[in-house]
């Protein structure tokens, strides 16, 4: 008779090193034994001798608030919550023992990271095959190495946006470049605003290069490049797309006579002498302005030829000057003379 | 070899020794890598010659380095991570030793292009064990005695650690448990890291 009873109830010794988280209830479904883990969670009150329905909630399946309703969900998947604090969700499954009462094995499922430090869990409240640690230390190495991860992509994703800057960056003037300029031009026909660009040609440069040598030039033209982003908005684009040719793009233009008046200023600007190691470098612009009425269909490439047909027409009226391009520049432009010595004369 | 491997040299260089003695070491070696990523990878004849640089700035024979290396992977507050990940191995320091033949399947659970040398712990009479070490990186027995020596610390066992020597590119580390509940030890907390 105790082999039949050892053989279909494993004893208490046995459940407690097998499954330290199993109760034992008889018929009546009260709690006759408890595993030292589940014991651990309410460490000041004992759960022999209570009800086990009234110590958990049985959340799936539904509707079981009787023992009667309890015994139809032997060896199924039960999902529990514990009464009590902290709280614990736990799964669970039972199965009848030989006495009529039964032996429920429960487990943290994946609310075992939340259980660990609630109740200061160790490797030893764990059953030896219980895979419990491995999943602990796996979501503590994962998360170390995805942590990795996320800070290798956010560096390289500084990396990217400094390169990019860098490629759309002249980096004598630090203005942008032709391809920012194309950029922000597709940018803006798209958006079929009106807007307005100004090619300017910088005057006699060539002669201050020649004479004073490339320093100088350079020094020229980020002195230019700073006055040019001063006397336009900030929501203006300026970029050099040449050795000594700038473009700027200005949004929102409403009439004619802003462009009038920034297109003098820039080139009053420009004919203030710069000077360099105790030279004065004397220069001037020429300056080419398209004026783009909204929502007119336009490509990238017709704006930048309207701008350099009425630039062409400002080096052709004598340089130092503003021309706004309309359609009958381009048949002068087609046929007329070239202006002579388009790279400037000596100073 | 993996950017974590590179990049804890590189950190155990500058949190014991600075950036400046790192950059030092690091433009003997290998001039364009000032940083290594953990994340990525590199070539594997770096981690030899950054090593071999760290040697010569510091003005210490390799040995040293890689037993230091590996008492600062286990010790630092920086690798923490380390040891937390170390102590999942066992309950107690013979248990741990016992894990250690798992070490590069469990790294590589983590992160699956980690490969960590082989380890291979042989026990005989009571309380003596041999780690034989299989590393392409030479004087790695060394940093697993740096290893063992603050893990023996953190569990609270008394052990004597001793280079046995090299065998046909393997290293014998012998180990002495001479106790194992010598003294407290460091706490580990299972949930420390969630919570």
Known sequence: ?347 | MHGLILRSIQNYMTDSYGRTAWLQAVAQAVPDHPDFEAMLSYNDTLAPAVLDAMGAVLNRPRSEVMEDIGTYLVSHPNTEAVRRLLRFGGMNFEDFLHSLDDMPDRARMAVSDLHLPAIELHEHDEGRYSLICDSPLSDFGYLMMGVLRVMADDYGALAMLDHAGHTGGRETVSIQLIERDYADGRSFNLGAWAS
Request: aromatic share 4%.
């Open chain 1, 1 to 347: 008779m105790m082999g039949v009873v050892a053989r279909t109830m494993p004893n208490r010794d046995v459940l407690d090193v097998l499954c330290p988280m199993h109760l034992r209830i008889d018929a009546r479904g009260l709690i006759i034994g408890a595993g030292p883990t589940i014991q651990k969670l309410r460490p000041d009150d004992p759960l022999e001798g209570r009800a086990f329905l009234d110590v958990f909630r049985v959340s799936r399946p539904r509707g079981i608030l009787t023992i009667d309703n309890l015994w139809k969900a032997r060896d199924i998947k039960l999902h529990l919550s514990m009464v009590g604090a902290p709280p614990a969700q736990l799964k669970g499954v039972m199965v009848a023992d030989a006495q009529g009462g039964a032996i429920v094995n429960l487990s943290f499922g994946i609310s075992i990271l939340q259980a660990v430090s609630d109740y200061a869990l160790t490797n030893a409240d764990f059953a030896a095959t219980d895979l419990a640690i491995e999943m602990l230390y796996l979501v503590e190495a994962k998360s170390a190495a995805m942590e990795a991860s996320r800070k290798l992509n956010l560096r390289l994703q500084g990396a990217k946006i400094a390169a990019e800057v860098q490629a759309f960056t002249d980096t004598l003037t630090g203005l942008g470049n032709r391809r920012a300029l194309d950029q922000t031009l597709e940018r803006m026909i798209t958006s079929g605003a009106a807007f307005a660009v100004m090619h300017i040609d910088l005057d006699y440069f060539k002669t201050v290069n020649d004479t004073l040598g490339h320093a100088a030039g350079d020094h020229v033209l980020q002195v230019v490049a700073r006055a040019m982003v001063e006397e336009t908005r900030a929501s203006d684009t300026v970029a050099r797309v040449g050795g000594d040719e700038f473009t700027v793009i200005l949004p929102d233009v409403r009439n004619i006579d802003v462009l009038e008046r920034v297109g003098q200023r820039i080139i009053d600007r420009i004919e203030v002498p710069i000077p360099f190691n105790g030279t004065d470098c004397t220069i001037s612009a020429s300056i080419g302005t398209v004026w783009m009425q909204a929502s007119s269909a336009i490509t990238r490439e017709l704006v930048l030829e309207h701008a350099d047909i009425a630039l062409y027409a400002s080096k052709h009226k004598g340089r130092a000057c503003q021309t706004f391009y309309s359609p009958d520049l381009r048949e002068s432009a087609n046929s007329g003379t070239p202006p002579s010595g388009r790279e400037g004369r000596k100073v």
